[in-house]
């Protein structure tokens, strides 16, 4: 098998993703894991997106488990670990979803840090911690400004530490 070709066509296959029902995908989706070998961790997380993204959290949960206990690694490891968290959120468990990004965030840094953080968000939404959410929305939000960083920052902090100048009592 030639791995840049199976990249390439795996990419076409998602750009294709809005003009195709959701059977027809997942078809393809299937055809394209049948290449890799058996068992392919790669091929477990590919197929737990496409139940994922045609609105099947339920059959991508098992998947995405799978493919992390088989040893995913690279780029896929940490897009499993955001998609499973969201799937298990949007499943009714914000309290495992936030288990498992606030252990990623503590794993290691990358490109994909906001999403971690924009989806931790929303778990935290989702558990009734919304002044957390806001804060952590507004610190991931705050470096893309072109101008209020530090302001937007600042706030953001604020949300969840007390201001210890409001602490002090008068005339201190």
Known sequence: ????????????????????????????????????????????????????????????????????AAGLAGERRRAAVIQLASSVRNLGRPEQSISLLTAELAAGSDHRDDAVRAFLALALMDAGRAREATSLALTALAPHLTQYQRSVANYARLLVEPDPAAAKPAGS
């Open 1 to 68: 098998m030639d791995e840049a070709d199976w990249a390439r066509r795996l990419a076409e296959t998602w750009e294709s993703f809005d003009q195709r029902t959701e059977t027809e995908f997942r078809a393809l989706i299937d055809q394209l894991v049948a290449e890799l070998p058996e068992g392919s961790p790669v091929g477990t997380y590919e197929r737990a997106s496409a139940f994922d993204a045609t609105d099947r959290p339920d059959l991508a949960v098992p998947l995405y488990e799978e493919a992390l």
